[in-house]
């Protein structure tokens, strides 16, 4: 991620994410966020809500869910930045949930299975979090073509299951082909 600062996340698998910082004087990355783990909840959600006429029901009662829902006084704040990169960072360091649910447009999701969902769930689920379509586990699909799109929703383990409580009640009423 490239923005005030470039930042590179990386693992290598034994749940262990280390995060590191470019020094430019140096011309070196630095090791600055050495095992990160997200948090196990968080009050934060990422998603394109221009799309909401065009989810499902169960994405609809989701994210209506995290708008009214209350937690210590307080309901769950959006930040959408429109960037998966950015949104999962910060979903990585500080909770909660980034979404690209399938719509009326991309019946199969927008985001590629192979070079943008499996790895960006692969370091979720390395840093303790979790990645599902709403009823599958990402990492379990089998993708037919390299350019397969699936949707996706990580983050936080206990917004995950969240999710997935959501799309179990709603999953007579859905078409996908990810249930």
């Not at 994210?63 to 009214?68: A, C, G, M, N, Y």
């Not at 991309?106 to 790895?119: D, V």
Request: glycine share 8%; with cysteine; proline share 4%.
């Amino acid at each position: 991620m490239y923005g005030s600062s470039c930042n590179l996340v990386i693992t290598l698998g034994n749940n262990n994410v280390n995060g590191f910082t470019l020094n430019p004087s140096l011309g070196e990355f630095i090791l600055t966020h050495p095992n990160i783990r997200t948090p196990e909840h968080g009050d934060t959600y990422s998603i394109n809500e221009g799309k909401y006429t065009k989810w499902d029901e169960a994405t609809k009662a989701y994210i209506d869910f995290l708008k009214l829902h209350q937690e210590g006084g307080k309901t769950y704040a959006s930040r959408y930045i429109g960037s998966m990169v950015a949104d999962v960072h910060r979903t990585l360091m500080s909770g909660g949930i980034f979404a690209y649910p399938v719509d009326s447009e991309n019946t199969n999701g927008k985001l590629r299975t192979l070079y943008e969902s499996f790895p960006m769930a692969f370091l979720c689920e390395q840093a303790g979090g979790k990645a599902t379509t709403g009823a599958k586990r990402v990492l379990d699909i089998v993708p037919r073509s390299i350019h397969d799109r699936c949707p996706i929703f990580l983050g936080s383990k206990e917004n995950v299951e969240t999710v997935e409580e959501f799309f179990e009640i709603y999953s007579n009423n859905l078409t996908s082909a990810f249930r």
